[in-house]
């Protein structure tokens, strides 16, 4: 299955139940990583959590959703292609008054299926997906401000705006802390995180005390703005969010760094973009 890390998995996929199945957010119960429920389904890499296990779970909840409509026109006596779904009931278009609750049409699916003459008495629904030849990607455009103290090498990141195109987007607000979580991500791995190992290969940098993370005191505020281009071969249009920030950051910040050099004829090729590197790259330091 794709497992849950963090990322709100969880709660994107059940939010596709929800606006799918007319139901409310807390009767849907989302289960992952658990080898006696689910089918070994590879794990959450690649950005994949919703190109693969959001369109598994809409193509699922649609399925599902056409035998609660098969059902209930059976016991309300009307046409499938009337029955629609809201507020956890079931009604026939036009005729609010002919309604049942999911409860009830389970119930009867479970206890009376007599009743439902020339229908399956089944509210169970398993859909395979497995993602087409042509894949997706998630596109955007990364832009950092900062500001280089020639004396000391110190930078520091002034501003960050980051604008992905995410495909459908479930859950506007996960999509933002993924995109700020990965461009803190990016900017440490270019102005900080750095493994630093001895002439015999030990590593050095083996605490946070060596091996330096940034915090929220490191970073500006990061502006956030999405465009929606669903992506053309995926159910449901997803693409992934998760690694858009760490990718654009790093360019992002070493092309602003050697832009603020550029005037000093100096630039700066190698990350992290240490004080030291950037002195050396002033000629104020000796190279080693």
């Known amino acids: 299955g794709v497992t849950d890390q963090g990322q709100g998995t969880r709660t994107a996929l059940a939010q596709i139940v929800v606006d799918e199945l007319g139901v409310p957010l807390e009767a849907v119960a989302v289960l992952s990583g658990d080898t006696g429920v689910v ?18 779970t809409l193509l699922a909840v649609r399925a599902l959703r ?39 049409v389970a119930k009867t699916v479970w206890f009376r299926s007599n009743e439902l003459r020339g229908v399956e008495p089944s509210l169970e629904a398993t ?29 520091r990141v002034v501003k960050y705006v980051a604008v992905d195109d ?5 859950n506007p607000a996960l999509v933002d802390g993924q995109v700020r979580g990965g461009v803190a991500q990016g900017i440490g791995g270019a102005l900080w995180e750095h493994c630093v190992y001895d002439d015999t290969g030990q590593l050095l940098t ?3 005390m060596d091996y330096a993370v940034p915090t929220a005191a490191d970073l500006p505020p990061i502006d956030v703005h999405h465009l ?3 992506a053309p071969s995926i159910a449901g249009g997803y693409k992934g969010a ?19 050099l550029a005037p000093f004829g100096a630039m700066v090729t190698d990350q992290p973009v240490t004080p030291e590197r950037v002195l050396r790259a002033l ?6």
């Open 39 to 56: 089918p070994y389904g590879g794990g959450t890499w690649a950005s994949r959590g919703m190109p693969i296990g959001g369109s598994a």
């Open 283 to 288: 000629g104020r330091l000796r190279r080693a």
């Open 127 to 155: 859909v395979h997906y497995t993602n087409p030849g042509a894949w997706t990607f998630t596109n955007g455009a990364h832009l950092a401000v900062v500001e280089v103290d020639p004396e000391t090498g110190r930078v």
């Open 228 to 230: 929606e281009t669903p």
């Open 242 to 260: 998760g690694e858009g920030g760490t990718a654009g950051a790093p360019a992002a910040i070493l092309n602003a760094v050697n832009d603020a």
């Open 206 to 208: 083996t605490t946070l």
């Open 66 to 104: 056409d035998r609660v409509r098969r059902v209930a026109a059976a016991l309300l006596e009307a046409h499938e292609g009337d029955i629609e779904l809201a507020e956890g009931r079931v009604h026939v278009r036009g005729s609010p008054d002919r309604t049942l609750t999911l409860g009830q």
């Open 166 to 170: 995410c495909g459908t987007l479930v």
